[in-house]
């Protein structure tokens, strides 16, 4: 199979996929509450702690204004604040609520449940190669240029 045939097979099953893993859950981000910027913006805020807004935008790869945006929707639904610096009233951080960090637990625990009802179908031998491969491919796209 040629590159352009392997491109068009993945990006054909890639949707099929994403579809199949959904059947496994139901959560802010499935029912459509939140959206995938939106969740990654909470991972990182779980992963990091509190940040300043051009970290989480430098993070997300997208502007400071929809970094802004992002937080704003993010802040309605009461899964994040804003807080003033105690020392410096220039800086605000940006932090989950205890609402934001249930939904990011609820969250990875049907994500982390599905992945082994799926991939405990497959055998260790071809889920070690398929994680090698990811793992390849992640390290490609992290050293890609920012597109601009």
Avoid at 37 to 53: I, S, V
Avoid at 70 to 88: E, S
Wanted: charge should be positive.
């Amino acid at each position: 199979m040629d590159i352009q045939e392997f491109a068009g097979k993945v990006i054909e099953l890639f949707p099929q996929i994403i579809r199949g893993f959904k059947q496994y859950e139901n959560n802010y981000l499935t029912r459509g509450e939140i959206t995938l910027p939106q969740f990654w913006a909470l991972g990182y805020l779980d992963h990091n702690g509190r940040c300043k807004m051009h970290n989480l935008a430098n993070h997300l790869k997208i502007s400071p204004s929809a970094t802004t945006g992002l937080i704003d929707r993010l802040i309605l639904q009461g899964l994040v604040a804003r807080k003033a610096d105690l020392h410096d009233r220039r800086i605000v951080w940006i932090e989950l609520t205890a609402k934001g960090r249930g939904i990011i637990k609820s969250i990875s625990k049907q994500k982390n449940e599905a992945l082994i009802k799926v991939f405990g179908k497959i055998s260790a031998k071809d889920r070690e190669h398929y994680l090698n491969i990811l793992e390849q491919v992640a390290k490609i796209t992290a050293s890609l240029p920012d597109k601009k």
